[in-house]
Nanobody, 125 residues
């Protein structure tokens, strides 16, 4: 059974940093697409960052230069380092894995087969 479990969310003031982690069990990070999504209250889930099957990263314009996605295949963990946080970064953050090869920049949620349960991030001004 595949499980993706996020951690690292919390409440911070604007300008602060958080590092989200997504540990996988029953699944091995490797060649597939993986990504982080954010869902603000009352809004649709949107891609924030992704890594494709060639290891290329892509980011939403709103987080470029502030967020960094990375994965440690040895630890089977995906990360999202978030710096210079803004109130508009507030939301539930989900990690996802596609389970298939993909070469798209910042794929939409329909591509992803496996999802974590989410971890909340609140940024206050």
């Amino acid at each position: 059974q595949v499980q993706l479990v996020e951690s690292g969310g919390g409440s911070v003031q604007a300008g602060g940093s958080l590092r989200l982690s997504c540990a996988a069990s029953g699944y091995t990070y490797g060649w597939e697409c993986v990504g982080w999504f954010r869902q603000a209250p009352g809004k649709e889930r949107k891609g924030v960052a992704a890594v494709d099957s060639d290891g290329r990263t892509s980011y939403a314009d709103s987080v470029k230069g502030r967020f960094t996605i990375s994965k440690d295949n040895a630890k089977n963990t995906l990360y999202l380092q978030m710096n210079s946080l803004k109130p508009e970064d507030t939301g539930m953050y989900y990690c996802a894995a596609s389970g298939v090869y993909c070469y798209d920049a910042l794929p939409g949620p329909a591509l992803y087969k496996y999802w974590g349960q989410g971890t909340p991030v609140t940024v206050s001004s």
